[in-house]
Protein backbone atom coordinates (compact mmCIF):
# COMPACT_ATOMS: atom_id res chain seq x y z
CA UNK A 1 0.00 0.00 0.00
CA UNK A 2 1.04 3.33 -0.80
CA UNK A 3 2.62 5.51 2.01
CA UNK A 4 3.54 8.84 3.67
CA UNK A 5 6.85 9.44 5.27
CA UNK A 6 7.99 11.65 7.24
CA UNK A 7 11.38 12.66 8.42
CA UNK A 8 13.41 12.65 10.58
CA UNK A 9 11.66 10.38 13.07
CA UNK A 10 13.35 12.24 16.00
CA UNK A 11 13.88 15.81 16.78
CA UNK A 12 15.78 17.33 19.16
CA UNK A 13 16.20 21.15 19.37
CA UNK A 14 16.55 24.05 22.23
CA UNK A 15 13.70 26.26 22.49
CA UNK A 16 13.81 29.21 20.43
CA UNK A 17 14.81 27.22 17.55
CA UNK A 18 13.26 26.92 13.83
CA UNK A 19 12.89 23.57 12.98
CA UNK A 20 11.23 22.26 9.40
CA UNK A 21 9.37 18.65 9.25
CA UNK A 22 8.82 17.01 6.54
CA UNK A 23 7.20 15.21 4.63
CA UNK A 24 5.91 13.42 1.25
CA UNK A 25 2.57 12.41 1.02
CA UNK A 26 1.36 10.23 -1.41
CA UNK A 27 1.93 11.14 -4.60
CA UNK A 28 -1.84 11.28 -6.58
CA UNK A 29 -3.41 12.84 -3.37
CA UNK A 30 -5.15 16.13 -3.32
CA UNK A 31 -5.10 17.06 0.48
CA UNK A 32 -2.85 17.68 3.53
CA UNK A 33 -2.58 17.90 6.90
CA UNK A 34 -0.23 18.73 9.84
CA UNK A 35 -1.61 16.88 13.02
CA UNK A 36 0.22 16.59 16.65
CA UNK A 37 -0.25 14.16 19.44
CA UNK A 38 1.26 14.70 22.99
CA UNK A 39 2.18 11.81 24.85
CA UNK A 40 -1.10 9.89 25.85
CA UNK A 41 -3.38 12.43 24.70
CA UNK A 42 -5.62 12.55 21.75
CA UNK A 43 -4.19 13.91 17.77
CA UNK A 44 -4.98 17.15 17.24
CA UNK A 45 -5.51 18.99 14.37
CA UNK A 46 -3.13 22.15 12.85
CA UNK A 47 -3.51 22.44 9.60
CA UNK A 48 -5.22 21.48 6.38
CA UNK A 49 -3.78 22.06 2.73
CA UNK A 50 -5.31 22.03 -0.83
CA UNK A 51 -4.68 23.16 -4.26
CA UNK A 52 -1.50 25.37 -2.62
CA UNK A 53 -3.07 27.13 0.12
CA UNK A 54 -4.36 26.85 3.91
CA UNK A 55 -7.85 25.42 3.83
CA UNK A 56 -8.38 25.35 8.13
CA UNK A 57 -5.83 26.25 10.69
CA UNK A 58 -6.30 25.73 14.51
CA UNK A 59 -5.77 28.07 17.57
CA UNK A 60 -2.62 26.11 18.19
CA UNK A 61 -1.09 26.89 14.70
CA UNK A 62 -0.27 30.49 15.63
CA UNK A 63 2.12 33.09 13.32
CA UNK A 64 4.75 30.63 14.72
CA UNK A 65 3.49 28.03 12.20
CA UNK A 66 4.16 28.03 8.45
CA UNK A 67 3.59 25.20 5.85
CA UNK A 68 4.76 24.75 2.37
CA UNK A 69 4.49 22.40 -0.68
CA UNK A 70 7.54 23.80 -2.27
CA UNK A 71 8.13 21.49 -5.06
CA UNK A 72 5.06 19.48 -5.48
CA UNK A 73 6.01 16.37 -3.70
CA UNK A 74 7.05 17.73 -0.40
CA UNK A 75 5.24 19.29 2.09
CA UNK A 76 6.90 20.51 5.84
CA UNK A 77 5.64 22.01 8.41
CA UNK A 78 8.04 25.21 9.89
CA UNK A 79 8.24 25.93 13.76
CA UNK A 80 9.71 29.57 13.89
CA UNK A 81 10.69 29.83 17.41
CA UNK A 82 9.96 26.35 19.30
CA UNK A 83 8.39 26.30 22.58
CA UNK A 84 8.61 23.74 25.51
CA UNK A 85 5.16 23.26 24.68
CA UNK A 86 5.59 22.21 21.02
CA UNK A 87 7.62 19.09 22.37
CA UNK A 88 4.86 16.16 20.74
CA UNK A 89 4.39 13.58 17.88
CA UNK A 90 3.74 15.47 14.53
CA UNK A 91 2.00 13.58 12.32
CA UNK A 92 1.64 14.59 8.51
CA UNK A 93 -1.42 12.52 6.59
CA UNK A 94 -2.57 12.96 2.99
CA UNK A 95 -6.02 11.70 1.17
CA UNK A 96 -7.15 11.67 -2.26
CA UNK A 97 -10.00 13.10 -3.32
CA UNK A 98 -13.72 12.16 -2.21
CA UNK A 99 -12.56 9.32 0.26
CA UNK A 100 -12.64 9.73 3.91
CA UNK A 101 -9.72 7.62 4.51
CA UNK A 102 -6.64 9.78 5.70
CA UNK A 103 -3.27 7.77 5.39
CA UNK A 104 -1.14 9.34 8.22
CA UNK A 105 2.88 9.24 8.33
CA UNK A 106 4.85 7.14 11.15
CA UNK A 107 5.21 10.62 12.83
CA UNK A 108 7.68 12.98 13.92
CA UNK A 109 8.69 12.92 17.82
CA UNK A 110 9.73 16.92 18.37
CA UNK A 111 11.26 17.64 21.58
CA UNK A 112 11.93 20.81 23.07
CA UNK A 113 14.89 21.38 25.97
CA UNK B 1 -17.83 23.45 19.01
CA UNK B 2 -17.45 20.07 18.03
CA UNK B 3 -17.18 17.50 21.17
CA UNK B 4 -16.69 13.37 20.65
CA UNK B 5 -16.94 11.00 23.97
CA UNK B 6 -15.70 7.79 23.44
CA UNK B 7 -14.81 5.83 27.15
CA UNK B 8 -11.04 5.77 28.36
CA UNK B 9 -10.21 2.25 28.61
CA UNK B 10 -11.81 -0.93 27.63
CA UNK B 11 -10.34 -4.33 28.93
CA UNK B 12 -11.35 -8.18 27.44
CA UNK B 13 -9.96 -11.53 26.53
CA UNK B 14 -9.03 -12.68 23.71
CA UNK B 15 -11.42 -14.49 21.75
CA UNK B 16 -13.93 -12.15 22.93
CA UNK B 17 -16.03 -9.68 21.73
CA UNK B 18 -15.66 -5.30 22.74
CA UNK B 19 -18.16 -2.70 21.84
CA UNK B 20 -16.09 1.05 21.46
CA UNK B 21 -19.10 3.65 22.06
CA UNK B 22 -18.76 6.99 20.61
CA UNK B 23 -21.30 9.91 21.03
CA UNK B 24 -20.72 13.20 19.05
CA UNK B 25 -22.10 16.63 19.29
CA UNK B 26 -21.63 18.43 16.31
CA UNK B 27 -23.65 21.45 14.41
CA UNK B 28 -23.34 20.20 10.97
CA UNK B 29 -21.92 15.81 10.14
CA UNK B 30 -20.26 14.56 7.38
CA UNK B 31 -19.86 11.09 8.99
CA UNK B 32 -18.36 9.04 11.72
CA UNK B 33 -14.75 7.55 11.24
CA UNK B 34 -12.79 5.19 13.44
CA UNK B 35 -9.01 4.92 13.65
CA UNK B 36 -6.44 2.31 15.30
CA UNK B 37 -3.05 3.54 16.94
CA UNK B 38 -0.82 1.21 18.66
CA UNK B 39 2.13 2.32 21.05
CA UNK B 40 4.39 4.34 19.05
CA UNK B 41 2.90 4.11 15.96
CA UNK B 42 0.39 6.34 13.42
CA UNK B 43 -3.03 6.50 13.25
CA UNK B 44 -4.28 3.75 10.67
CA UNK B 45 -8.19 4.07 9.55
CA UNK B 46 -10.44 1.56 10.14
CA UNK B 47 -14.10 2.26 8.98
CA UNK B 48 -16.61 4.97 7.77
CA UNK B 49 -19.82 5.46 8.31
CA UNK B 50 -22.09 8.46 6.24
CA UNK B 51 -25.31 6.44 6.80
CA UNK B 52 -26.79 4.92 9.49
CA UNK B 53 -26.78 0.82 10.00
CA UNK B 54 -24.20 -1.60 10.23
CA UNK B 55 -20.69 -1.69 7.91
CA UNK B 56 -18.42 -4.53 8.10
CA UNK B 57 -15.03 -4.97 7.27
CA UNK B 58 -13.82 -8.51 8.23
CA UNK B 59 -13.69 -9.06 12.60
CA UNK B 60 -14.58 -5.26 12.34
CA UNK B 61 -17.88 -3.41 12.33
CA UNK B 62 -19.05 -0.05 12.95
CA UNK B 63 -22.19 1.31 13.76
CA UNK B 64 -23.58 4.81 13.23
CA UNK B 65 -27.09 6.20 14.36
CA UNK B 66 -27.08 9.39 13.27
CA UNK B 67 -31.10 10.55 14.96
CA UNK B 68 -28.86 9.16 18.60
CA UNK B 69 -25.52 11.34 17.62
CA UNK B 70 -24.01 8.10 18.57
CA UNK B 71 -21.82 5.00 16.84
CA UNK B 72 -19.61 1.97 17.79
CA UNK B 73 -17.22 0.01 16.42
CA UNK B 74 -17.02 -3.83 17.24
CA UNK B 75 -14.45 -5.85 17.62
CA UNK B 76 -14.95 -9.70 17.41
CA UNK B 77 -12.58 -12.48 17.85
CA UNK B 78 -10.36 -10.35 19.69
CA UNK B 79 -6.53 -11.18 19.16
CA UNK B 80 -3.75 -9.90 21.61
CA UNK B 81 -2.48 -7.36 18.83
CA UNK B 82 -5.85 -5.59 18.91
CA UNK B 83 -4.50 -4.04 21.84
CA UNK B 84 -4.31 -0.71 20.85
CA UNK B 85 -5.71 3.23 21.32
CA UNK B 86 -8.95 3.48 19.12
CA UNK B 87 -10.32 7.04 17.88
CA UNK B 88 -13.82 8.11 16.77
CA UNK B 89 -13.21 11.22 14.43
CA UNK B 90 -15.89 13.88 12.59
CA UNK B 91 -15.36 16.35 10.56
CA UNK B 92 -15.91 19.79 11.76
CA UNK B 93 -18.29 21.40 9.75
CA UNK B 94 -16.99 24.76 10.90
CA UNK B 95 -14.34 26.35 7.76
CA UNK B 96 -16.36 23.82 5.14
CA UNK B 97 -15.47 20.26 6.82
CA UNK B 98 -11.67 20.61 6.11
CA UNK B 99 -10.51 19.24 9.35
CA UNK B 100 -11.02 15.95 10.98
CA UNK B 101 -11.52 16.26 14.44
CA UNK B 102 -10.52 13.03 17.39
CA UNK B 103 -12.09 11.99 19.98
CA UNK B 104 -9.56 11.24 23.11
CA UNK B 105 -9.39 8.00 22.70
CA UNK B 106 -10.16 4.18 23.68
CA UNK B 107 -7.62 2.33 25.04
CA UNK B 108 -8.11 -1.43 24.48
CA UNK B 109 -6.61 -4.04 26.70
CA UNK B 110 -6.72 -7.51 25.23
CA UNK B 111 -5.51 -10.27 27.62
CA UNK B 112 -4.72 -13.96 26.96
Known amino acids: EPEVTQTPSHQVTQMGQEVILRCVPISNHLYFYWYRQILGQKVEFLVS????????KSEIFDDQFSVERPDGSNFTLKIRSTKLEDSAMYFCASKGGTNEKLFFGSGTQLSVL | GQSLEQPSEVTAVEGAIVQINCTYQTSGFYGLSWYQQHDGGAPTFLSY????GLEETGRFSSFLSRSDSYGYLLLQELQMKDSASYFC?????????????FGAGTRLAVHP
Open chain 1, 49 to 56: FYNNEISE
Open chain 2, 89 to 101: AVRDPTGGYNKLI
Open chain 2, 49 to 52: NALD
